[in-house]
């Protein structure tokens, strides 16, 4: 079995919790970017935010490997109001999911379990042939970056649940 950690991260939390989830199942990482890199002012923040609420799809660059080879992928991504981000809503939307084995996680700033999120990205993903298996998520305080230490007992508790 051949897994891989696929994330999408703007401010670095989700890329911190990525790492993490790397280093904890020996996945493969790969790291999504957008063809247009987004400003990190307030503009352009809000601006990310409306993309995600209307579920727009950004303009991604090409991923470093072919994920054919993979039959497991754990995919991340930051939620922004209340939503999935653009760069997820493309990679879904234009990949090739058939038998894979999904794992999401994302990282948010709410307390409340985003099973909104959740359900929307298991339609899309289940929509290419995937099989979303289970999902977590990390709570995030905004402004400040992911203390790599609070995420770890999630994760690592997640990954335990998923061996047994």
């Not at 990482?29 to 352009?44: V, Y």
């Not at 999911?97 to 929307?120: E, N």
Request: aromatic residues 10%; hydrophobic residues 40%; charged residues 25%.
């Amino acid at each position: 079995m051949k897994s891989a950690v696929v994330y999408y991260s703007w401010t670095g939390k989700t890329e911190a919790a990525a790492k993490i989830l790397q280093e904890l199942t020996g996945s493969d990482l790969f790291k999504l970017e957008e063809a247009k890199p987004r400003k990190s002012s307030t503009p352009g923040f809000l601006g990310a935010c409306f993309s995600a609420l209307m579920g727009g799809k950004s303009r991604l660059k090409p991923l470093a490997a072919d994920l054919k080879a993979y039959d497991t992928i754990f995919l991340g991504t930051p939620v922004w109001a209340g939503h999935s981000v653009p760069a997820i809503n493309a990679w879904i939307s234009d990949s090739e999911l058939k038998g894979k084995k999904i794992y999401l996680f994302v990282t948010q700033g709410d307390k409340k379990v985003p099973q909104a999120v959740f359900d929307s990205l298991k339609l899309r993903t289940e929509a290419h042939g995937g099989k979303v298996m289970d999902s977590t998520f990390i709570q995030t305080v905004m402004k400040e970056p992911l203390d790599g230490e609070k995420a770890r007992p999630v994760l690592a508790d997640w990954v335990r649940s998923l061996e047994g």
